[in-house]
């Protein structure tokens, strides 16, 4: 794994992917080690603390090395049964050195990142957490080089003063730290972005939002431009999440029902739209082997009736669910999505769905001169259709119907006795949430011209669920970011193969535990996380 | 006085338990009835069934002249029921007026539609909704209104018993069902419930229900009082009467006591 992040530049020919994440976990260690003990005894002196615990966890390492050769002098080769122990992995952790040459280096360059890490402590607060900040940043901007890159040269800048070879160059890294920590600094200095901004002229108080959502609509839509037709590909899959996401956060977020076979209603909006365009013409010739060479309809009629069926599909399968609450309704719903992608796949309805190969010759959306098949145009469309689900989305929020949702997410029993019916608002949540997902399927067989039930898998319905927790349960700023992060991140990682989903796990975990509401919370919803943990914290007092 | 809410021979049985034994129940237009047992004596059981959260088993249960036997709470609440919990169950991620909102959803209509144009009706529904959902924590005077947009959950505890009042007045019911409205509360603070109740039939028109096991609220407020006890009722009358009744003492005192004190 390291060999493989090795490959990989942050800074060309000074520092790789692979001895950062070493130097991370040492200087991670030691930071920890280092630190003030939770039982109050005196703290450490914590350059020495640290030292000590990065020479100890570089000495590990060392260890490593060292069993390793002497295991392969004896004739044993350890790759045998450890295949990641290649001769590769060797070189970079005793800097191409001999082992004991190479096993010293190592400790001392592991004391030496550990007494830095210790060194944090002695900071004032603000220097660690502007140095962390810095460092931090110099990491992503490097790991994002080459998107970076194509960026900058998109505005007609020079870049290769910035970057080479995927990596950042030491100018390009100075400029990086520089430029973040003088920038936090002002900032912090201003009391903040928002008050730092209401300083440039033409910015008040009042239009401050405005001019925010200006400058965002810009880069939203000039982001196809700025970057190569892969990223913009990678956007509209990303738009195809966050149309998903909006509509399970309808389901899970707003009304607090656990959907775990949303996938049904992306299988629902892209087989339907399939059926009804396919040039094979499903539905104007009975000889499927005789394709009719034109459609049903064009993507534009199809659309609404997708949304439609969808919804009507919503209802018929929420109306029996969601008699059932929790852990069963999520059990029932994952069963259901495995239905539809079953049913799909059956040789039954082998003459309308196409069985394990799907519906093919899925048209793109007419007129086929614009080609809206080309990643920028299709990006447009989707961020159309995303903005229309975001409309929906934020003014049911706000509505009766919302206030109704809230009040049975948070206690069902009270909401009915307050006079909701909780059968019919659970069923208006499901089919809502169903026909603004269909749209995202919808668009994934307009764009992959095809529809199979390969593509309508438990692991979507899993992503898009993590999209809407992780993005923050019920917000909908959450599920953009979250689609970003979640989708976007893992397909910019591809480069590094099999190890992705490490990273991607280690993600997860990172943001749920550092941020357990989301990344972007809905105010309520936090709330309600805070009010857990008081209540665990008081234990029993409240609750009795 | 025509019966508001009325019961006759209802009873609920929970495995070998019989929570509620044919049970005769009535409440009037413009009365106050207090509800008193001991723990366990099937009080709050009884509220579940009248509010149509359990299903009796037997019995005939008529609210304002229409059988409600099988009613959904939800459906309830739009004849004109609603009740407050004994455990406070307020929404408490949503703010103090939200909470009242909700209360109105049973007096409004705005759909999906409405939400997705905001057209006039919607508006102008939304602006009654508030409006009456404030008017209903300004009952409290400077408890709850001045607090409309914080949590729920910010709430001191008083306050949060007032605001399940103030909830279950928003959905502008006919007939209030109180459930321990007192518990918790300080001797001023439940000075104020007792006066607070007697306006809610008063100024409002309620008809209210409660239980309480606070004696001297159900001694100041009550117009009558029902005893239960073991699922039964064993008493019913004014407050003196049931007081004195040898039955009631011996619910609550054991029967050796009951003796002692001469019936």
Redesign the interface.
């Given at each position: 794994m390291i060999e493989r992040f090795n490959d990989r530049n942050v800074v060309t020919g000074i520092i790789q992917l692979g001895l950062i994440l070493l130097i991370i976990t040492i200087g991670g260690f030691a930071y920890r080690a280092s630190g003030r003990p939770k039982d109050g005894t005196a703290p450490p002196e914590p350059v020495m603390a640290g030292a000590v615990a990065g020479a100890a966890s570089g000495a590990m390492v060392a260890l490593f090395v060292i069993v390793v050769t002497l295991l392969a002098e004896a004739g044993y080769v350890a790759r045998d049964m450890f295949e990641s122990v290649t001769p590769a992995l060797l070189d970079i952790l005793t800097f191409q050195q001999n082992p004991w040459v190479g096993s010293a280096i190592m400790i001392v360059m592991a004391a030496g990142v550990g007494g830095l890490a210790g060194y944090a402590h002695r900071l004032p607060a603000e220097g660690r957490k502007l140095t962390f900040l810095g460092l931090g940043t110099l990491l992503i901007v490097g790991l994002a080089a080459p998107i970076v890159d194509v960026m900058v040269k998109g505005l007609g800048l020079p870049s290769g003063w910035l970057f080479r070879r995927e990596g950042l160059t030491v100018a390009g890294a100075l400029l990086v730290l520089v430029v973040t920590v003088a920038l936090r600094w002002y900032l912090d200095r201003q009391g903040g972005f928002r008050r730092a901004a209401a300083k440039l002229p033409g910015i008040t108080d009042s239009n401050i939002k405005k001019v925010g959502l200006t400058a965002a609509a810009v880069v939203v839509l000039a982001l196809p431009w700025l970057v190569n037709s892969f990223i913009s590909e990678v956007l509209g899959t990303v738009g195809l999440y966050i149309l998903l996401g909006l509509g399970l956060n309808i389901v899970v977020g707003y009304a607090g029902l656990l959907d775990l076979g949303y996938v049904a209603f992306y299988a629902v909006g892209a087989y339907v739209t399939a059926v009804t365009t396919s040039l094979v013409g499903y539905l104007v010739t009975d000889d499927p082997l005789r394709p009719a060479q034109n459609g049903w309809t064009s993507f534009w009629l199809a659309l609404p009736i997708t949304v439609v069926i969808a919804f009507l599909i919503g209802v018929l399968i929420g109306a029996p669910v969601l008699r059932l609450r929790g852990d069963y309704l999520a059990i029932v719903t994952l069963g259901f999505g495995e239905i539809i992608r079953t049913l799909v796949l059956s040789d039954w309805l082998k003459p309308y769905f196409g069985g394990p190969q799907g519906v093919t010759d899925v048209p793109a959306p007419p007129p086929a001169s614009f080609e809206f098949r080309q990643p920028q145009r299709l990006y447009y469309l989707i961020l159309a259709f995303a903005l229309l689900a975001l409309f929906v989305s934020s003014r049911l929020k706000d509505s009766r119907i919302g206030r109704a949702w809230a009040a049975m997410r948070e206690d069902e029993d009270i909401a009915e006795g307050m006079g909701v019916s909780v059968i019919k608002y659970k069923t208006l949540a499901f089919a809502i949430g169903a026909a603004v997902g269909c749209l995202g399927g919808a668009f994934f067989a307009a764009k992959l011209s095809v529809a199979n039930p390969g593509s309508f898998t438990l692991l979507v319905s899993i992503n898009v669920l993590a999209v809407v927790v992780l993005g923050g349960m019920g917000s909908i700023p959450g599920v953009v970011v979250g689609s970003l992060v979640l989708v976007g991140l893992p397909e910019l990682l591809r480069e590094f193969g099999e190890y992705r989903l490490h990273i991607y796990g280690a993600i997860l975990v990172l943001i749920m535990l550092y941020r357990p509401a989301g990344l972007i919370p809905d105010k309520r919803r936090a709330r309600e996380l805070a009010e857990a943990k008081e209540l665990k914290e008081t234990s029993g007092v409240a609750a009795s | 006085m025509s019966a508001l809410l009325e019961l006759r021979g209802v009873s609920k049985r929970f495995g070998g338990v019989q929570a509620v034994r044919a049970v005769d129940f009535h409440a009037d237009l413009g009365e106050i009835v207090g509800v008193i047992g001991p723990n366990g004596a099937g009080k709050t059981t009884l509220f579940n069934i009248v509010?149509g959260?359990y299903t009796p088993d037997e019995g005939v249960m008529t609210f304002d002249g229409q059988n409600i036997a099988g009613f959904?709470?939800?459906a309830l609440?739009?004849l004109g029921m609603?009740?407050t919990?004994q455990s406070v169950?307020?929404?408490?991620?949503?703010s103090v007026l939200?909470n009242c909102?909700?209360?109105q959803?049973?007096r409004?209509t705005?759909?999906?539609w409405?939400?997705?144009t905001?057209n006039g009706h919607?508006k102008a529904?939304?602006e009654t909704?508030t409006r009456k959902a404030q008017d209903a924590l300004a009952f409290f005077g400077d408890r709850l209104l001045p607090r409309q947009n914080d949590?729920a959950?910010d709430l001191a505890y008083a306050d949060r018993r007032r605001l399940e009042i103030a909830?279950a007045m928003s959905?502008e019911a006919k007939l209030l069902l109180l459930d321990e409205p007192a518990a918790g509360m300080n001797p001023v603070e439940k000075e104020g419930l007792i006066r607070q109740i007697g306006r809610l039939r008063d100024e409002r028109g309620f008809a209210i229900v409660l239980i309480e096991h606070d004696m001297p609220v159900i001694k100041s407020v009550s117009d009558r009082v029902v005893a239960l006890d073991h699922g039964e009722k064993i008493a019913e009358g004014t407050y003196g009467e049931v007081a004195s009744n040898r039955q009631v003492i011996e619910a609550y005192l054991g029967k050796a006591a009951a003796q002692g004190a001469g019936g």
């Open positions: - | 509010t959260f959904k709470p939800n609440t739009r609603a009740r919990f169950r307020l929404f408490n991620a949503m939200e909102m909700v209360g959803h049973t409004t705005a759909g999906v409405g939400a997705l905001r919607t529904e939304e909704i949590l959950s909830r959905t």
